[in-house]
């Protein structure tokens, strides 16, 4: 997780991410952002969740706390690094994360896609794709953030199967990330579903989560809008558990937490300043699927999706 010291709502990047909220107001939101990531980082870790927490560097970086678009880790020792769309955006990425990476855990490869920029063609990390680590694989939303070319290097480096479809809002406008739609748990999936623009890719990718053995929860557009989708299931002491925000959990009904709970226990997080730049916990959070080396043996799990992990 990257804590913000210079927090605002990315004006580069409001052309194709409509759940950005936008005014006139030119109050600082940096200082509640920085505590809304202080509380959730500390909430995460009382449940014996392991979170490296690292501070924002500069003031150009307005989406410095969502580092799961720049670059993702993987079982047996991988590290890939994204393409992004947003200039702005491309500074994220800090060589300082990847060398704690090397140092903590066991790291064999760091594959760079960020050299396809300059060609137009990205694809920003677990925000353009769902993964299922378990059955292998990547639902990606066509956008201008997710590329063909991009992903399909990427399924063929970590061995995943591309499932690829369009989805859109109420308004029609296509949804710029897979993970502002679609959560994928080990028991279930929370799905979008009246926002996958093609029925037959709809009753497929069901199917497919149903044959798997997986709970398919559809969520409403208004669900979609107030980040139901943008959860992230999590690994504790005691157990998985559901981080997402207040506002999702909000969203939910009844018999959703309930189908939800028989999994996984619910962790809201507080997190509205944040949800301001169009992202909401599961963009927060850059998942740990490495092994730790001996000496960090000692430290409580670390911070990962346990599918797969």
């Given at each position: 997780m990257v804590r913000p010291h210079h927090f605002t709502v990315n004006t580069e990047t409001a052309a194709d991410n409509r759940f950005q909220i936008r005014d006139d107001d030119a109050s600082d939101l940096s200082p509640l952002a920085y505590e809304e990531i202080t509380r959730a980082a500390a909430l995460l870790r009382e449940q014996g969740?392991?979170?490296?927490?690292?501070?924002?560097?500069?003031?150009?970086?307005?989406?410095?706390?969502?580092?799961?678009n720049w670059f993702s880790t993987h079982a047996g020792g991988?590290?890939?690094?994204?393409?992004?769309?947003?200039?702005?955006?491309?500074?994220?990425?800090?060589?300082?994360i990847i060398d704690m990476l090397k140092s903590r855990y066991r790291v064999q490869e760091v594959i760079d896609y960020s050299g396809l920029e300059?060609?137009?063609?990205?694809?920003?990390?677990?925000?353009?794709?769902?993964?299922?680590?378990i059955h292998r694989v990547a639902y990606a939303v066509r956008s201008e953030r997710t590329d063909p070319?991009?992903?399909?290097?990427?399924?063929?480096?970590?061995?995943?199967?591309?499932?690829?479809?369009?989805?859109?809002?109420?308004?029609?406008?296509?949804?710029?990330?897979?993970?502002?739609?679609?959560?994928v748990a080990t028991d279930f999936a929370m799905i979008g579903l009246d926002m996958i623009t093609d029925s037959?890719?709809?009753?497929?990718?069901?199917?497919?989560?149903?044959?798997?053995?997986?709970?398919?929860?559809?969520?409403?557009?208004?669900?979609?809008?107030?980040f139901a989708g943008n959860a992230i299931e999590l690994l504790g002491e005691n157990g998985r558990i559901l981080a997402l925000s207040k506002t999702a959990f909000l969203a939910l009904t009844t018999q959703?937490?309930?189908?939800?709970?028989?999994?996984?226990?619910?962790?809201?997080?507080?997190?509205?300043?944040?949800?301001?730049?169009?992202?909401?916990?599961?963009?927060?959070?850059?998942?740990?699927?490495?092994?730790?080396?001996?000496?960090?043996?000692?430290?409580?799990?670390?911070?990962?999706a346990s599918c797969g992990a």
């Open positions: 969740i392991m979170v490296h927490l690292f501070e924002s560097e500069g003031s150009d970086t307005p989406d410095s706390v969502f580092p799961n991988y590290i890939a690094i994204y393409p992004m769309k947003a200039l702005s955006r491309r500074r994220e990425r800090r060589s300082d300059p060609d137009g063609l990205f694809l920003e990390g677990t925000g353009s794709m769902a993964l299922d680590h070319i991009p992903l399909e290097r990427f399924c063929t480096q970590f061995s995943f199967e591309p499932m690829v479809f369009s989805a859109k809002d109420c308004t029609g406008f296509d949804i710029y990330h897979t993970n502002v739609l679609m959560c037959g890719r709809r009753r497929e990718i069901v199917n497919r989560f149903e044959r798997a053995g997986r709970r398919v929860i559809g969520l409403t557009n208004a669900q979609i809008e107030r959703q937490i309930d189908m939800i709970g028989e999994s996984a226990r619910l962790l809201p997080l507080e997190i509205p300043t944040v949800e301001r730049a169009g992202g909401s916990v599961r963009c927060m959070i850059a998942g740990v699927h490495l092994t730790r080396r001996e000496a960090a043996c000692a430290a409580p799990p670390a911070v990962r």
